[in-house]
């Protein structure tokens, strides 16, 4: 398995362990009880829990394009040293995005958004 492909692989687990939280946080919140149930008019969950959904929203946003990016590296064979470092650096900054979006910490996550996003453009620099 290439190093990009490895790199995909954990960001699904990043994914996952990010739903788990939210998933926790909700319960935490709500009671399992009413999130077992159709959440009919369940209110938006708040603090730490509410910024842990938001934050594995946001991760499924990015995961889509990363893994098609990745996917695409892979099927026209254009991996590089570029399209790796762009693989580390999304996983890198989206693992710090998690964290620091639950702590609560609003620029530096918009900062490390930013990595995230860089590492998604050198990726597709390398296939255009």
């Known amino acids: ?3 990009e492909l490895n790199l995909l692989v954990w960001s699904v687990a990043l994914t996952f362990i990010q739903m788990l939280v939210a998933v926790s946080g909700a319960i935490l919140q709500f009671g399992l009880p009413r999130l077992a149930g159709n959440r009919k008019d369940l209110p938006a969950a708040t603090g730490w829990a ?13 995961l ?3 893994a098609v990016l990745i996917l695409v ?6 991996n590089n040293a570029m399209t790796g470092l762009g693989a580390e650096l999304f996983l ?3 693992v710090a ?3 620091i979006y639950v702590v ?3 620029w530096v996550r918009t900062g490390v958004w930013g ?11 390398q296939l255009v």
Do not use: C, D
């Open 50 to 62: 509410g910024r842990a959904q938001r934050a594995h929203h946001n991760m499924l946003e990015s």
């Open 115 to 125: 990595v995230s996003a860089a590492g998604l453009i050198l990726i597709f620099l």
């Open 104 to 106: 609560g910490l609003p």
């Open 92 to 94: 890198s900054a989206r």
């Open 1 to 3: 398995m290439s190093f």
């Open 73 to 78: 590296t892979e099927v026209t064979n254009k």
């Open 64 to 66: 889509v394009l990363f």
């Open 97 to 99: 995005y998690a964290v």
